[in-house]
């Protein structure tokens, strides 16, 4: 048996993030990473670190996953050449709170003046579930 979080709490909270309800995050910003975020959500951020706000475009999958429903688009060219792996979410556009991270899905590398554009679903984060 597995040890974490029971479907219903996951749904709860997860919810909580996407849909921006009192008590969780009311807004939400996607932060880039090249490596794993760490505990802070600090560790690794991209050259490109300007924040993407992503209040309305998160959607739960199934219990105790969460991605992105639509098409998110930096509307910014990349600034250097480089490999985003990870991402973090954020209460605001620069400083706040960090909430959660997850990883990217797929090749999600650019070069320098590339557009920053990820595929709906690509932004997965997921929380363990008891078993």
């Given at each position: ?9 996951a749904?709860?909270?997860?919810a ?56 998110v ?30 990883l ?25 579930l008891a078993?």
């Amino acid at each position: 048996m597995a040890e974490g979080w029971s479907p219903d709490a996951a749904d709860i909270a997860l919810a909580a993030i996407c849909l921006g309800v009192a008590g969780a995050l009311s807004e939400v910003w996607l932060q880039l990473h090249v490596g794993p975020p760490g505990a802070a959500g600090t560790s690794n951020v991209a050259v490109n670190n300007t924040r993407v706000e992503l209040t309305g475009l998160l959607e739960r999958l199934a219990s105790g996953q969460i991605d992105n429903s639509v098409e998110v688009d930096q509307s910014a060219s990349a600034p250097a050449t480089e490999t985003y792996t990870h991402w973090s979410l954020w209460s605001a556009s620069s400083g706040g709170t960090f909430a959660l991270s997850g990883l990217i899905a797929g090749d999600a590398s650019v070069s320098t003046g590339d557009p920053v554009k990820f595929a709906a679903h690509t932004l997965v984060v997921s929380v363990p579930l008891a078993s």
